[in-house]
């Protein structure tokens, strides 16, 4: 098992089900959130080292999340997660301090490698 | 030749040649044509004709009266001079017959000693003679031998008998040479009367017209009221021929007319009704010598009315046609803007459209995706599951389609995310064959062979990838359209000074020539169904990438498009 947590937020629960499942087949500690909410509460009692996080969600935007993350535990790396056309958010979102963006869908090992490499720095 | 043509050209407005315009469209730029021509040349050519009526009645007002005046002059001189010259001989004849009685003037001493008298103090006198009342010449001094003559059936004698004066007619009587006779009346006081007759010679009458000074081309002479010439005339006879015009109408006064010779050529006339005489002065001229001037002048006016009409003409259907064919530009260009417009906020829509469609249908994707893997994670640590290759294999076979679903996506949202001009760097290859994706299984069932040629080290351009597919797919949308099942569509690409050239050549039916010219006019369109935007929207973000586009076609034969797109952009920057 790595030592690193990874939070994973997504309104779209079964990709979050699946993909927090598929991480901890791969030795990797991963909790799900369904909304910004949520996470920012799982955030407060938990040290995560890595959050990926969707931009779009029904209620508290990815943007907003990300920032009160960043104000929670500046040092979280948070990786985002967005549609095809939804770059131009991506983009946004590095600048507020994001370590990368995917684009839906993802693949596995890309993802876990960019993972690790904001882990290790 | 070339020159006229070109000339040619300007007059002929362009809607006229432009098969391609709606009939609404011809007719209303006809009207705008035909409005502007008439109103242009109504205002601009009455006033110019009116003028030139007006100064040519005024000019030839003034020269007929200069034309006249001499005439009317000359009569009322002759008139004067005539009148005043046989009141004359009346007055010294008058005198004779009441100074002398009848007895003294019988006397033939006495008569001829009168008769010398008059004869050097008045010219003209050829004979005198005393005659009673019964018309016998009772004395007489002259060349000849007439006394004793009876002049009772003389018109002149008829006449003296009623009134105291008369002059005859000119006649040749007996003496056998032109000459007239003037007789005047003495009563006596019981009432019986007697008459001195003179006879005057007609070339005392000569005398006095060629004192007249006339030019070579007037004519003046004598008729009396019957229209028989008492003296010789020019044009018109000797004395005593038939003056073969009308004997113009009485007047106490001189008068100027327009009359026409037997031949029809107007003369210009002046007369005058010579008092207590049976004459009539007649001054006739010919205008043509007097007129020269006056026609000459005329027809400078007539020339320069008629080249300023044609050049007024010419530059009102120049400008007209040269407005028209702006009116027409303007159009075409609003037209053209509109389209964009149009066609800009239908890409903007169907563009927002395939986000959001694209973006929902990208969710589901990710679970399939995550889920298939993680079936897949799970199936691969059951190594004792009989079915693992095959679980494997149809996991595989479900991220492989996610990722194609993600490709499908990925391109459409490209190509219809924005209409904005966004430079990057791009791989014209790679953006042919990513267009050709789409056109694939339309290449396949139709069994068009699709061949790409591409030049060796062919640098990337600065361009916008969204327009480029656009342009690209259009034409070889159109490529697919025109070839027949079967067929070849060839795309070359190579690079030319600084330009990337795409060459896109079918073997389809051809363009027919008439059309080649519009085919990237908007709403032109061969197509039963077409919108004849296509091409006019491709040329456009060409031109808009600083690019150029170039068709060649033959009927029968194929079509090619070549674009020419700069490989450093400066449009961009």
Redesign the interface.
């Given at each position: 098992m790595e030592n690193f947590k990874v939070l994973l937020v997504d309104d779209e629960k079964e990709f979050v089900a699946a993909l927090v499942e598929r991480l901890s087949i791969r030795g990797i500690y991963a909790e799900g959130a369904s909304t910004g909410e949520d996470a920012i509460s799982k955030i407060s009692e938990t040290e995560f080292n890595v959050v990926l996080l969707d931009l779009k969600m029904p209620g508290m935007s990815g943007l907003d999340v990300l920032e009160n993350i960043k104000s929670i535990n500046p040092s979280v790396k948070i990786i985002l997660i967005t549609g095809y056309g939804s770059i131009q958010l991506g983009e946004e979102g590095l600048e507020k301090g994001a370590y990368h963006y995917f684009t839906k869908p993802i693949n596995i090992d890309d993802l876990i490698d960019k993972i690790k490499e904001a882990v290790n720095g | 030749m070339k020159i006229l043509f070109k000339i040619y050209r300007n007059f002929v407005p362009k809607y006229l040649e432009d098969k391609t315009l709606p009939q609404e469209s011809v007719f209303r730029y006809n009207r705008v044509w035909t409005y502007v021509v008439l109103l242009t040349s109504a205002v601009a050519l009455t006033p110019l004709i009116f003028m030139t009526f007006i100064n040519i009645n005024q000019y030839q007002k003034t020269f007929e009266n200069e034309m006249m005046n001499p005439i009317l002059a000359l009569t009322s001189n002759a008139k004067r001079s005539l009148e005043f010259n046989f009141e004359e001989r009346k007055a010294a004849l008058t005198y004779v017959i009441s100074d002398k009685s009848f007895k003294e003037l019988s006397d033939g001493t006495k008569l001829a000693n009168c008769f010398y008298n008059l004869k050097q103090s008045f010219g003209g006198f050829i004979d005198l003679g005393l005659i009673d009342s019964n018309g016998n010449q009772i004395s007489y001094i002259g060349p000849y031998e007439l006394q004793g003559k009876n002049y009772i059936d003389q018109n002149w004698f008829n006449e003296v008998r009623v009134r105291d004066f008369c002059i005859s007619d000119v006649f040749m009587g007996f003496r056998g040479f032109p000459h007239f006779v003037m007789a005047v009346r003495h009563k006596n006081d019981i009432g019986a009367f007697y008459i001195l007759r003179a006879t005057i010679d007609v070339e005392f009458i000569n005398w006095q017209i060629a004192n007249l000074h006339l030019g070579p081309s007037c004519d003046a002479f004598l008729i009396n009221r019957q229209g028989i010439l008492q003296t010789s005339s020019h044009f018109f006879g000797d004395i005593l021929e038939k003056y073969i015009l009308n004997v113009p109408r009485y007047s106490s006064h001189e008068e100027v007319i327009e009359i026409k010779d037997d031949k029809g050529h107007p003369l210009i006339l002046g007369y005058s009704y010579i008092e207590q005489s049976p004459f009539i002065f007649m001054a006739v001229e010919s205008p043509e010598d007097l007129m020269k001037n006056w026609l000459s002048l005329r027809s400078s006016l007539l020339v320069f009315l008629f080249v300023s009409v044609i050049v007024i003409i010419l530059v009102i259907f120049w400008s007209s046609t040269y407005m028209v064919n702006k009116i027409k530009e303007a159009d075409i260009k609003r037209a053209r803007v509109v389209h964009d417009l149009e066609y800009t906020n239908k890409m903007a829509s169907i563009g927002r459209l395939a986000?959001?469609v694209?973006?929902e249908i990208?969710?589901p994707?990710?679970?399939i995706?995550?889920?298939a893997?993680?079936l897949k994670?799970?199936i691969s640590?059951q190594n004792d599951n009989p079915y693992k290759d095959k679980f494997l294999g149809l996991a595989d076979s479900i991220l492989q389609s996610?990722?194609r679903c993600?490709t499908i996506?990925?391109r459409f949202?490209g190509f219809a995310?924005r209409m904005d001009f966004k430079t990057a760097p791009i791989d014209l290859e790679l953006l042919i064959k990513e267009v050709l994706g789409f056109l694939g299984k339309e290449a396949n069932y139709r069994d068009i062979a699709v061949n790409l040629h591409v030049a060796d080290s062919l640098p990337e351009i600065e361009s916008d990838r969204g327009q480029l597919q656009q342009v690209f797919l259009n034409i070889i949308n159109n490529a697919f359209a025109a070839t027949s099942d079967g067929g070849n569509i060839d795309i070359t690409i190579k690079e030319k000074h600084e330009f990337a050239r795409v060459t896109i050549t079918d073997s389809g039916h051809g363009i027919p020539e008439e059309h080649l010219e519009n085919i990237f006019e908007p709403f032109y369109t061969t197509k039963k169904e077409g919108t004849g935007l296509g091409l006019s929207i491709t040329y456009n973000i060409v031109q808009k990438l600083g690019g150029d586009i170039k068709v060649k076609s033959k009927v029968g034969k194929g079509t090619g498009f070549t674009v020419s797109l700069p490989i450093k952009n400066e449009a961009f920057k």
């Open positions: - | 986000a959001g694209a973006h990208n969710n994707m990710a679970i995706n995550q889920k893997g993680l994670d799970i640590a996610v990722d993600g996506t990925h949202l995310k």
